[in-house]
DNA sequence: GCTAGCATGTAAACGGTTACATGATTAG
DNA sequence: CTAATCATGTAACCGTTTACATGCTAGC
């Protein structure tokens, strides 16, 4: 989920370890916080990898200013997680919604629309702790108030993001037959 | 996170490691699978932290069927976890979920109380995505569809949550006030 | 001079994923 | 006899957390 985010970012613009640090905390850095022990190797994991490479700013400082760009490899590689995610990617919530962050890069409308109807097909099958051993669990049978608690904010939170999967599905769909172009791809001479 | 519901669910009652995998698997694998190469190694730091103990049954087969006892000190180690989470497991949703699965366990009102009140506090302080660099960020400006999507959902769900938070936070204070006794907590005797 | 923020990294320990390994029991 | 489910485990690999390490720059 983090090389995700390290890719996505950089394929907005280049930019420093220490600025991308800062989006990944605006993005993810919510539930948990982002660690420089696991910035740094991500880095260089994708460096050797060869889907980023960085270029030191000839300035003063003694840790030197390392711009990091992604490479044509790294944006391919973008596209590829992008278009076919893990089933974890699909439905663990704070995955997905990395994901979804980034979904816009990619160009083709069907792949989006593919990767939002993975999601809502995993979200209409029945959760585990909305049962008890194979039969539906009524809310009100939950003598414990914290796990009724549990049980009445996901629900509500599957299904609104159930309504909100359905409308964006139709919506795309509606967009494509009216021909509009997608956004959010690079354009080509973009860069530099 | 693992450890914690390992622990929460054999506070309830003793089990073998297969049907503890079935309770761990409705409660958190719907987001992640549990595997048993983490159940396995997580039930052996807790059995040499002493936190548990297994009786091989006699019968038949040749993996001897384990039943899970907690101890004493698993019991202690479980309310430690639950009075005391880490700041994680309250940012983090999933892992505060799991945390409310358990806080029934809790015999102190005021301690329920207090968790939920840290939820309370960090879901009341602006979240990163809500803002880019410092200043609110209001929906509208968002362009990108899917991204739009998140902020919408993740606003919707906060709101419900904190609502849920203050409702039951309300009720706990007036279930004391009126001195009613708790419930979910073991009675003395009820171990066998 | 000190503190806070900018800026980059490493190393040990820990825990999870994936794949492998074994074998009993039950239903078709 | 075969497949699914019950049942328990190990080993290699991988990524994250936590703690450590360094040094500049700007404001008080």
Redesign the pocket.
């Known amino acids: 989920?983090?090389?995700l985010s390290i890719l996505g970012f950089l394929a907005e613009r280049p930019m420093?370890?220490?600025?991308l640090r800062q989006h990944l905390t605006d993005l993810i850095g919510h539930n948990?916080p982002v660690?420089?022990?696991?910035l740094?190797?991500?880095?260089?994991?994708l460096r050797q990898a060869g889907h980023l490479e960085r270029q030191a700013e000839p300035g003063?400082?003694?840790?030197?200013?390392?711009v990091l760009h992604i490479t044509e490899s790294g944006r391919a590689e973008l596209l590829r997680r992008l278009a076919d995610p893990?089933t974890t990617e699909i439905t663990d919530g704070g995955s997905f919604f990395t994901l979804l962050a980034f979904l816009s890069r990619l160009p083709d409308r069907e792949q989006q629309r593919a990767v939002l109807r993975r999601r809502l097909d995993f979200l209409s099958q029945p959760a585990g702790f909305f049962s008890r051993s194979g039969s539906p669990l009524r809310i009100k049978d939950v003598d414990d108030p914290f796990r009724k608690g549990m049980l009445i904010m996901a629900r509500a939170t599957r299904q609104a993001e159930r309504t909100w999967l359905e409308e964006t599905l139709r919506e795309l769909t509606d967009e494509e037959g009216a021909g509009e172009t997608p956004q959010g791809a690079d354009r080509p001479g973009g860069s530099g």
């Open positions: 989920m983090l090389t420093h370890a220490y600025e948990r660690s420089d022990g696991a740094y190797p991500a880095l260089n994991r003063s400082g003694a840790p030197v200013r390392q893990r």
